[in-house]
């Protein structure tokens, strides 16, 4: 990133008034399609319960934020969502998992279908050990979106705000760019096939907060096209970008723990007037 | 300085644990003493081998590389006798381990894939280990399988099929009666070589990130995609470096090859008639040589031999280095 302190900071203030704005926008347009909706979601890994009880839903062209302590089932929660649960062993699912009212998880359902339309961003960066343009263009070449390959690449990476760093070595491994740029390159190369939702799992954790601030930044220019579900450790990040949160805590019964959702609201109620203790309690900071 | 030290704490004495200073030194010299015998033995042995062929060397010069006489009678009026060159050795050698390679290659790429991405958990710890068994068959085993088994089974299935199908190229005539040959000769060589090359890979697809296979998954790619596209794909040196070593090991197989290879004399451009190798036809006439030359003959196939071997080692080593700086770049 090219951004010096200054800007950085002017920038920021920038997007903490829009998360304001932004937040306000979305309740007022109260965008009432429905992306995800799960209903009475259990998954368990053998016979733990990981996270239990889950009824909620998502909607479309909204940045949903899941936030809660370290093992509440977040990551799982997200997971589900494009079945990159199911390489785990002995993980099961019961309740349904629809997406624009169909069940992902019914039996004549491609795992390989729902990923194609899902697109997921990883805690940390993970590109692949090839060039810059040969990250993007894999995906789409291999799905046979052959056609103007070159301008869907140019598109991918300015979608990802990524082109003018990149556009003059694209034939350079991706291996050589910064945290932050990589970081962006897997938003490009998941925004490359076109998908409708974008999960991000945990975007920004191994970021330092400059290529922090592009991530976010990148996630409001987004919210246009793209459905987003962001799991995050960090409550600003959460306040910054999230139009509304889901709070998941852990529940302990009989000496067992299992994530369960304990409120989702928009953003502003969460952190301003949450509902329940509990929300309360991991917003000030007295837990987890 | 928080802690406050008596003074025979702070103090240097020279004198710490017992021993503690020559402990060290043997330590030093014991090992660095094994590591230079290392050397030495192989010094010793190369100038071994090239002291045994010398009056090979003098005799027949580079050209036993592309002469293809093997005569060791003696008898004063046969043509070309005492004769040696090592051309059908050289061209045993090479095609038999292509042969081991053409097949072992793919087959142990499949076979790490297998355990190293596809396998769940029990089936996984039961293969793997069975595969690394596999190479622990003694080699004069795996020969008096490839004699009793192997053979007649290739003579009577394979053989004539490929010749059925493919006849019309050369490499490909008529089977030999006793099913021994190159052909077989390069099969057993394949199964001995598997294992390494198999054992090999899945150690490297392993080190292939579990954040790559999830990157490629999430968008979209079946699993042979995200294997072909990430786990092969950036697994090629590592690949090639494994071949090598397959190579090296088949490059240099005596007993089983002398078990099944048919002792031929000439080449013939048939892979399915008999053929020999330079490692097969040391280990089968060191013992009941007739002259000084034909040991020394034997002795320049060795060294032939050693030098294939050498370049097959430096240039997985050098496979490998740049694999590796490719690595460090990716951590």
């Known amino acids: 990133m090219s951004l010096s302190p200054p800007e950085k900071t002017a920038e920021q203030e920038r997007s903490l008034l829009n998360v304001e704005v932004a937040g306000e926008s979305a309740v007022a347009t109260g965008s009432t399609e429905v992306v995800y909706e799960l209903r009475g979601v259990d998954v368990h890994y053998g016979q733990a319960l990981a996270v239990g009880g889950i009824n909620m839903r998502i909607h479309k062209n909204v940045i949903t934020a899941i936030i809660g302590p370290s093992g509440c089932g977040k990551s799982t929660m997200l997971r589900t969502l494009n079945r990159m649960n199911d390489a785990i062993p002995g993980f099961r699912l019961s309740g349904e998992v629809l997406y624009h009212d169909r069940s992902i998880y019914e039996r004549n359902i491609d795992p390989v279908e729902v990923r194609r339309r899902i697109g997921m961003v990883f805690q940390r960066p993970n590109p692949f050990p090839k060039s810059i343009y040969e990250n993007i263009a894999w995906a789409p070449r291999i799905l046979g979106l052959r056609a103007d390959l070159e301008e869907r690449v140019e598109n991918a990476l300015r979608g990802a705000a990524l082109w003018d760093e990149v556009k003059d070595r694209l034939k350079q491994s991706a291996l050589g760019l910064s945290g932050g740029q990589q970081q962006r390159l897997c938003i490009a190369r998941a925004l490359a096939i076109e998908p409708d939702v974008l999960l991000l799992d945990e975007p920004c954790s191994a970021l330092d907060p400059i290529a922090t601030a592009s991530v976010e930044e990148l996630m409001h220019e987004l919210r246009r096209d793209y459905t987003q579900v962001i799991v995050t450790h960090n409550m600003q990040q959460a306040a910054r970008v999230a139009d509304r949160t889901a709070f998941f805590s852990l529940n302990v019964e009989n000496g067992s723990r299992s994530g369960v959702l304990v409120e989702y609201d928009t953003t502003k109620t969460i952190f301003t007037s949450p509902g329940d203790q509990r929300t309360a309690d991991y917003i000030a900071g007295r837990f987890g | ?331």
Not at chain 2, 90 to 95: K, M, R
Not at chain 2, 156 to 162: F, G, K, S
Not at chain 2, 201 to 218: E, I, M, N, S, Y
């Open chain 2, 1 to 331: 300085m928080s802690i406050q030290g008596t003074a025979s704490s702070t103090s240097l004495s020279p004198t710490g644990r017992a021993g503690g200073r020559f402990g060290d030194r043997l330590l030093t010299v014991l090992t660095s003493g094994a590591a230079l015998a290392t050397i030495a033995v192989l010094v010793l042995l190369v100038e071994q081998v090239v002291n045994g062929s010398s009056l090979s060397i003098s005799a027949f010069g580079l050209g036993f590389l592309w002469h293809s006489t093997w005569n060791p009678t003696l008898s004063a009026g046969a043509v070309n006798a005492n004769v040696y060159g090592a051309a059908v050795l050289i061209y045993g050698t090479v095609v038999t381990s292509v042969i081991a390679l053409v097949i072992a290659v793919p087959l142990g790429v499949a076979i790490a894939v297998y355990l190293a991405v596809l396998a769940h958990g029990r089936v996984g710890a039961v293969i793997g280990p069975l595969v690394e068994l596999l190479a622990a068959v003694p080699s004069v085993i795996l020969g008096l399988w490839g004699i009793i088994v192997l053979a007649p089974f290739l003579r009577t299935t394979i053989e004539p099929a490929l010749h059925a199908a493919l006849g019309w190229i050369p490499i490909f005539g008529a089977p030999n009666p006793t099913g021994l040959g190159v052909f077989t000769a390069g099969v057993v060589l394949a199964i001995m070589v598997l294992p390494i090359i198999a054992a090999v890979c899945r150690d490297l697809f392993l080190t292939v990130p579990q954040d790559l296979k999830d990157g490629a998954l999430a968008l979209g790619m079946t699993r042979w995609e995200m294997i072909r596209g990430v786990v092969l794909d950036s697994s090629r040196a590592g690949i090639g470096a494994a071949t090598i070593l397959g190579l090296s090991r088949a490059l240099g197989e005596a007993i089983a090859v002398t078990q099944v290879i048919g002792t031929g004399s000439t080449i013939t451009a048939s892979l399915f008639q008999n053929g020999d190798t330079l490692a097969s036809r040391i280990a089968e006439q060191f013992i009941g040589t007739v002259s000084r030359l034909q040991t020394a003959s034997l002795f320049y196939c060795a060294l032939v031999l050693l030098v294939m071997e050498l370049i097959a080692n430096l240039a997985a080593q050098l496979i490998t280095r740049r694999f590796q700086k490719r690595r460090g770049l990716a951590l």
